[in-house]
């Protein structure tokens, strides 16, 4: 499975970006895919996740009621809409594919596929 993520940038606080991650390959044995992110010196942090056939979807409490995570099964892209951005959401976000279980949900273990990085910058 190749996964390709897009859409960071540089915006100011308070303004919204689009991440896309695009998966290929043999997705079959994958049915989540999640987006996480990380700063410098630090262990990367759980952003949110989507289940591909039930649409549920899992946040971390920090972006919750700011980012919206979808799926479009027909180009098999998964999308995180991220408004209201505030400096502290600055980092490298990685989008993630697997099969986590519940309690793997929120956790690196859970995935199996990582796509690269792509950079969010956001000024006050």
């Known amino acids: 499975v190749q996964l390709q993520a897009s859409g960071g940038g540089l915006v100011q606080a308070g303004h919204s970006l689009r991440l896309s991650c695009a998966a290929s390959?043999?997705?079959?044995?994958?049915?989540?895919m999640g987006w996480f992110r990380q700063t410098a010196g630090k262990e990367s942090d759980f952003v949110a996740a989507i289940r591909w056939r039930s649409r549920h979807t899992f946040y971390a409490d920090s972006v919750k009621g700011r980012f919206t995570i979808s799926f479009d099964s027909a180009k098999n892209t998964v999308y995180l809409q991220m408004n209201n951005l505030n400096p502290e959401d600055t980092a490298v976000y990685y989008c993630?594919?697997?099969?986590?279980?519940?309690?793997?949900?929120?956790?690196?273990?859970?995935?199996?596929?990582w796509g690269q990085g792509t950079q969010v910058t956001v000024s006050s």
């Open positions: 390959g043999r997705t079959f044995n994958s049915n989540c």
């Open positions: 993630a594919a697997g099969s986590p279980i519940l309690s793997q949900i929120r956790e690196r273990s859970g995935y199996y596929y």
